[in-house]
Every structure is written in structure tokens, then in C-alpha cells.
């Protein structure tokens, strides 16, 4: 129970990475509070945590939206006391070349993934400020926020932007004993988040078939689950990393650090 006592706010609480990073967070004694744009995703989670024996508040908001923002910190403060522990995770994935993407869209992701996040860092950071909270911030970024890849031009560009982000919040906040890190997965393994959405007696769905072979690129020939990144993500919202500041933790299987022309598992 490395988080009794704490309160953590998870973003884009989907059953994929949002909902294993706010199961994880809450199998350690976190209260979670599970925050999406869409209703399903937040109450769904947080039952899924309650059934499960843990405690966890639903809270519906855009995280674009300042007003939306304060008022579900301000929610998360009325029902727990205080926060301490954000997880940045809510994000639009996917995207289009520089060539095709239209600006509308491109405006939508970088607000989502990048004002969002800064939103969301903003308010918590004022209330743990407030209340003399050691807290720890989380951002979640992603390998396409470390290298270049084709087709994802707004993606790529938003979560590369999150990186600097982390160590410049790192650094505004530091003075205040409030730690911000990055944590970066990679191409998950769908199986968990599939699981999951039954579990929250969603219908199944197909598996979309990826045009890169994912598994057969990565160091250690299989990709991670979102249990995996919420292993990394209770490490940094614990007091085990209380001189831990700045920093990106890759979960990853060895992706960016693979010398870019070996296929280790063709
Ligand atoms: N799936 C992957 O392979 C992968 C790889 C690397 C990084 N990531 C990152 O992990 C995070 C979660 O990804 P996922 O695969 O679970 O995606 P997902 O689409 O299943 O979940 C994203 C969640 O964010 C929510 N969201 C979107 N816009 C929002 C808004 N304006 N306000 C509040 N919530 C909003 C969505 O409703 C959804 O629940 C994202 O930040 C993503 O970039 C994912």
C-alpha cells in the first residue's frame, strides 16, 4: 500500500492505459478521482475501482475548458481533502501527415494534449500550493513524442512539447517540495485495455490490425501493458521517489534506445 492516505486525480480514465493507471494507483490505497470528457469512461472506472475495493469519485470534464478544470479540482478538494498526486493521461491519439491535416483538427489535439495538461497541472499545483502538499505530477507522453514519425505530425508535435513542459513545470514547481515527471509508453498491448472494457460490461470489439508490426521491432519482443506503466507511475507518485524530479521514465521495452536499423526480432 505505497499510496494509503493519498489522493490522485487520473485523466482520459478510458479502459486502456487511463483505467490500468487509476486501478493500479488505487490497488496501492490511492483514492482516485477518475476524470474524462466522457461521462462512460469516468463512472465506468470509478465503479470498476469501487467493485474492486478501492475508493474512487467520477468526474466529468474537458480538460480544455479552465472553468471545467477548477471545478473538478475543486470537487476532488470538496470530497478528499486535497490532491496529491495529478496523472496527466487524457489525450487524443492518432493524426495526419503536415501534408493533409486540417487546422481544426491539429488545434483539438494540441489543446487536448498540451493545454490540458497545463490546465490540469495548473489547478492541482494551486491547491497542493495552498495546502502544503509534496505532491507528484505525472505526465504521460509517448515514443512518438521522442522521434519523428510519419502521419502523426500533431501528436508527435503535442507530446514532444509535454517533455519540456515536465522539466520547465519541474522546475517552477520545485521550491515547493512538488515533483513533475514524464512517464513514456510505446505501442501497447491491446489485450489488457480489452479485458478491461469487458470487464465494464462493454461490448467486445474488433481488434484493429496495425500496419507496423510492433512486437517483432522491440528490444524485448513484447510490448507493455498499462499494468506496466502503473507500476512506474505509483514509483513516482510514492515517496520512494521523493528526489525524483524533471525526469522521463520510458516503459517501453527498449524502443528508444534500440539503434534505429536493428529489428531485433525479425
Ligand atoms: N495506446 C497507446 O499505444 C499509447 C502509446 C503511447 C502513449 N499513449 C498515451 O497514453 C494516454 C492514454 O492513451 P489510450 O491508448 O488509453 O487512449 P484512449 O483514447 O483509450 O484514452 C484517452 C482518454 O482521454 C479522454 N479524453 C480525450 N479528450 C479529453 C478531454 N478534452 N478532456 C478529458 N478527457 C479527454 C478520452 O475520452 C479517453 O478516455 C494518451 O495520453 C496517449 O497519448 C498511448
Not at 38 to 46: F, K, L, R, S, V
Amino acid at each position: 500500500m505505497r499510496l494509503a492516505g493519498k489522493v490522485a486525480i487520473v485523466t482520459g480514465t478510458s479502459p486502456n492505459i487511463g483505467g490500468g493507471l487509476a486501478g493500479g494507483l488505487a490497488d496501492e490505497g490511492a483514492r482516485v478521482v477518475c476524470v474524462d470528457v466522457d461521462t462512460g469512461n469516468a463512472e465506468q472506472c470509478a465503479d470498476w475501482i469501487r467493485r474492486r475495493g478501492g475508493d474512487a469519485l467520477a468526474v466529468a470534464c474537458d480538460v480544455t475548458d479552465e472553468t471545467q478544470v477548477e471545478a473538478m479540482v475543486g470537487r476532488a478538494r470538496d470530497a478528499y481533502g486535497g490532491v496529491d498526486v495529478l496523472i496527466n493521461n487524457a489525450g487524443v491519439l492518432g493524426g495526419l501527415s503536415v501534408l493533409e491535416m486540417p487546422l481544426e483538427r491539429w488545434n483539438r489535439q494540441l489543446a487536448v494534449n498540451l493545454t490540458g495538461t497545463f490546465l490540469c497541472t495548473k489547478h492541482v499545483a494551486r491547491l497542493m500550493v495552498e495546502r502544503g502538499t509534496r505532491g507528484s505530477i505525472v505526465v504521460v507522453v509517448s515514443t512518438a513524442g521522442h522521434q519523428g514519425q510519419a502521419g502523426n505530425i500533431g501528436y508527435c508535435t503535442s507530446k514532444s512539447g509535454l517533455l519540456n513542459f515536465t522539466r520547465a513545470a519541474a522546475m517552477d514547481l520545485a521550491r515547493h517540495r512538488i515533483r513533475v515527471n514524464s512517464l513514456t509508453p510505446t505501442a501497447t498491448d491491446p489485450e489488457e485495455g480489452l479485458e478491461r472494457a469487458a470487464a465494464w460490461g462493454r461490448p467486445p470489439t474488433a481488434r484493429g490490425a496495425g500496419s507496423l508490426d510492433f512486437r517483432t521491432m522491440v528490444p524485448m519482443g513484447r510490448l507493455p501493458s498499462p499494468r506496466h506503466y502503473a507500476r512506474s507511475a505509483v514509483f513516482l507518485a510514492s515517496d520512494d521517489a521523493e528526489m525524483i524530479t524533471g525526469c522521463d521514465f520510458r516503459v517501453d521495452a527498449g524502443a528508444i534506445a534500440k539503434y534505429w536499423p536493428w529489428v531485433p526480432n525479425a
